[in-house]
């Protein structure tokens, strides 16, 4: 099924727009094997330079087999690869030539990938293969309509981006990243880098280990929204430093579930596990975009927690009691309560001494620091979270046999001697696990898919929840038919709307306006985002646009048809396009029916 993102490219492809600019059709079978990144890799000229550093490389259907790493220096433009559409999409597997595979994509530019399937493993099994890995500074990342399987050793997508990272993830599925060799490795992506914005939306992942790998980094605005997490062992989000974040609509069913052991709780100085949806303040010790400080210090807004916007809302977090057994202990006899670690991981609080350690399991929702934060900060919110009931799967997550073997698996981890059986994981994979099979309409031994529909496996659930703010099911929506008329600007605009009306006290209840109106933005002067509040007496069409002092237009924020009420939309200072506006002075209009409204706003980079 396409998101509305997909339906705008391919139709601007189909019309004209994009192909007659510049599109280059790549043919699919084994006695193409190669072109793919050959014809990519080749588009140079004789300096070394892109020659045309915005092409399109259009997959025709079938399979399309890689031989060697694409390698793309595109410091001004965006390398884009989209499966042709009308049909199953394109399916890229990694060939390894003896033992040798591809080793990694790497690309120093933007990246836009649409429409494909593409295997993270070769046919052998051979190499560290990760599909893309970006460099530079102020690149963006757009990823959408895929299945990706096998995040072989490492992860999918890797950035070096030290500067203006935006990475987007639209209706992917990212499917059984689970490596037997460790807990941390097969992720979605690794970015320890800051991040400008980060919006994952109607995704899927099951199986990884690290499933969004941001460590120690701060986020200027992060969408985490209507995605389901399956059997992710280790962090599904690992960093807790946010400006404004949206963590809602999410399923999280098993996550975590290898736990903590003490050593690692440990490490953190006030020694409470890491949950869920962690959240703490941005300081000088994290990596930080300039725009919010360096090492001598955080700048204003972003030194004051009072400033962030944080809502997490209408999630589920639920673990299956077929886990309940390794929980409670029952694999060994030094904790009754609890499973059982040999691992010292050497930076550990002194005073634990030698092993054995607990491992505190399952990991909670969201730890006591959390909870503090939230309760100490009104404008940061938690709320509509439906936590230890079941949905109901239509395939299950994981059987009391997958439990035991996962149980056997973990010991190993945590090196116990005692475990000496050899934990069986194929009933961990909801394929099967073998990349010389393409997955088919319910089969694994077919020639690709359409729709994630087709697949054997079925996350839609038979339990009646949705959500209090965009009235969808929870979880990514592509495992119904509400992902045909998903729309996520009107998704992001109740979500905001649901924060402001949580924002609002009993003596200061939003109401519906008696008059139209468009707020002053706050703050203002501006940088990196404003907020821009208006109010609806009546439902009807209503836009909001900014435009620059010669009256060209430079981004649309609202067109939807609204419900009477208080609104709240931002601006971070980009164009439409997503690129950054230089500084100066805007006007923001608003037109709803005959009513016209201007405010003046100043933008300083």
């Known amino acids: 099924m396409l998101n509305r993102y997909s339906l705008i490219f391919i139709n601007l492809v189909i019309c004209g727009g994009l192909f007659s600019q510049d599109v280059v059709d790549i043919a699919s079978g084994q006695s193409n094997a190669g072109l793919m990144e050959t014809t990519i890799n080749a588009d140079t000229l004789a300096d070394g330079t892109r020659a045309n550093p915005d092409r399109i490389y259009r997959l025709l259907a079938g399979l399309h087999f890689q031989q060697s790493d694409i390698n793309v220096d595109n410091p001004t433009g965006t390398l884009t690869i989209v499966g042709e559409e009308g049909g199953k999409k394109p399916v890229v597997i990694p060939i390894a030539t003896g033992d040798v595979a591809p080793l990694g994509n790497v690309v120093n530019g933007s990246l836009h990938l649409a429409n494909v399937h593409w295997q993270g493993r070769s046919d052998q099994n051979a190499g560290d293969f990760s599909i893309f890995t970006l460099n530079g500074t102020d690149r963006r990342l757009t990823v959408e309509d895929g299945l990706f399987e096998f995040a072989q050793h490492n992860w999918f997508f890797g950035t070096n981006v030290s500067q203006g990272l935006v990475m987007e993830f639209r209706n992917n599925y990212f499917r059984d990243l689970f490596w037997d060799d460790q807990w941390w490795a097969s992720r979605v992506f690794e970015a320890k880098v800051p991040i400008d914005t980060l919006i994952f939306e109607n995704n899927t992942v099951s199986g990884s280990g690290m499933a969004l790998l941001q460590q120690e980094a701060a986020c200027n605005f992060a969408l985490v929204n209507h995605n389901t997490f399956i059997n992710n062992h280790a962090y599904v989000l690992l960093n807790n430093y946010y400006y404004e974040a949206y963590f809602t609509n999410n399923l999280f069913y098993n996550s975590m579930i290898k736990g903590e052991d003490a050593t690692v709780i440990g490490v953190e100085p006030d020694k409470i596990p890491t949950s869920i949806l962690g959240l703490d303040t941005i300081t000088a010790s994290i990596l930080l975009p300039t725009y919010m400080g360096d090492e001598n210090g955080v700048l204003a807004p972003y030194n004051d927690i009072g400033n962030y916007k944080v809502y997490t809302a209408d999630n589920i977090y639920f673990n299956q009691s077929v886990l309940d057994s390794y929980y409670g202990g029952s694999y060994n006899d030094i904790f009754t309560d609890a499973p059982v670690s040999y691992v010292n991981w050497g930076t550990a609080d002194p005073a634990l001494g030698d092993p054995p350690y607990r491992v505190e399991v399952p990991t909670p929702w969201m730890n006591s620091r959390a909870i503090a934060l939230y309760a100490d900060h009104d404008n940061l919110v938690e709320e509509n979270n439906t936590l230890d009931t079941d949905p109901g ?9 997958d439990a035991d073997n996962f149980a056997i698996w973990n010991r190993i981890r945590y090196e116990v001697a005692a475990e000496t059986n050899t934990p069986d994981m194929s009933g961990y994979f909801f394929g099967d696990n073998d990349p010389t099979t393409i997955p088919g309409t319910e089969t694994e031994d077919g020639d690709g898919i359409t729709d994630f529909t087709d697949l054997i496996e079925d996350f839609s659930y038979t339990a009646t929840m949705t959500s209090n703010s965009d009235g969808h099911s929870v979880g990514a929506l592509h495992w119904t038919n509400e992902i045909d008329n998903f729309d996520s600007e009107v998704s992001l605009a109740a979500i905001k709307a649901a924060y402001a009306t949580a924002l609002s006290t009993d ?46 237009l430079v981004n649309t924020l609202v067109d939807l048809d609204q419900a009477a009420g208080s609104y709240v939309v931002s601006w971070r200072g980009v164009d439409s396009k997503g690129l950054n506006v230089s500084s100066g002075i805007y006007l923001l209009t608003m037109t709803a029916g005959e009513f016209r409204q201007f405010r003046k706003m100043t933008f300083i980079r």
């Open 393 to 401: 799967l239509n395939t299950e997550a994981m059987s009391t046999s």
């Open 507 to 552: 003596d200061d209840v939003v109401g519906i306006p008696s008059t139209y109106n468009l707020e002053q933005n706050y703050p203002n002067p501006f940088n990196p985002e404003t907020s821009i509040k208006y109010m609806l007496p009546s439902s009807g069409q209503v836009k909001i646009q900014v435009f620059d002092i010669g009256g060209r």
